[in-house]
């Protein structure tokens, strides 16, 4: 099936299929020869959109064999039926370039780079990926996970061990332990609605920091008492206690 939608000035086409978990190794190789004039140089073949898209397909069905959860489905919005179904894929081809989105970010319109609409609380997959490819040759994936199932760290793991995959970096490939269950047992929730959305207009905006900014910071909370003798916060440390600690300040008194 193939549609087209709309981001900005850039029309996407999209073709969907749907992946499951895979053990079977792959590698994407560059073509490497000499220049035929014999100088100290060397020509390399790129790889094609097809064959990029078909290693992003088997490296995702690797790891999908290892976060087996998100191959499943989600029932009654409650718990994950782990019978490795496969998720849904898709292909989406961008009618502008890639510069043209880093250079010009409109926020509210990056949900077009993924594979569903945020907050569809009907969605029954845990995990949705969307290739898009730009007209100039570049491409950016979206991933699309219910956080009923994972938070941003587990995210993050996720996104990590695909690259690694495709890469064939297997030293860095992240293998998941699920014992969540053990630690926290579930609990019968039985009158709590999990139906219920975001029932408000949704609103999207984009803070920029700048780099100097980022580094008072880190220094603001480094010198920090109580933290002298502690490792140094990173970039993310600092910047995720600075909006924590604004969102804190401005919803005490509501």
Request: aromatic share 8%.
């Amino acid at each position: 099936m193939e549609e087209t939608t709309h981001c900005g000035k850039a029309a996407m086409t999209t073709a969907g299929t749907k992946i499951q978990g895979q053990d079977e190794p792959n590698n994407l190789n560059l073509a490497i020869s000499p220049s035929k004039d014999k100088r100290a140089a060397l020509q390399l073949t790129l790889p094609s959109v097809t064959e990029i898209s078909n290693h992003l397909k088997k490296s995702l069905a690797e790891v999908l064999a290892l976060f087996y959860p998100l191959a499943g489905r989600i029932r009654d919005n409650k718990y994950v039926d782990c019978n490795d179904e496969g998720i849904p894929n898709v292909e989406a081809h961008v009618k502008c370039e890639l510069s043209e989105v880093l250079n010009n970010p409109v926020p509210g319109e990056f949900c077009k780079f993924m594979q569903f609409e945020l907050d569809n609380i009907d969605n029954k997959f845990p995990l949705g990926v969307q290739l898009n490819i730009f007209e100039c040759g570049g491409f950016a994936i979206g991933h699309c996970i219910a956080h009923k199932l994972a938070d941003g760290l587990s995210h993050f793991m996720f996104s990590k061990t695909c690259a690694a995959t495709a890469l064939g970096d297997k030293a860095k490939i992240e293998h998941p332990e699920f014992i969540s269950a053990k630690l926290f047992p579930p609990r019968d929730f039985t009158a709590y609605d999990a139906g219920l959305g975001i029932t408000r207009n949704k609103v999207a905006k984009m803070f920029v920091f700048s780099t100097s900014i980022i580094e008072a910071l880190r220094a603001k909370y480094r010198d920090s008492e109580g933290l002298e003798n502690q490792k140094p916060p990173s970039r993310v440390d600092a910047l995720s206690a600075f909006i924590w600690s604004r969102y804190v300040a401005n919803t005490k008194d509501t």
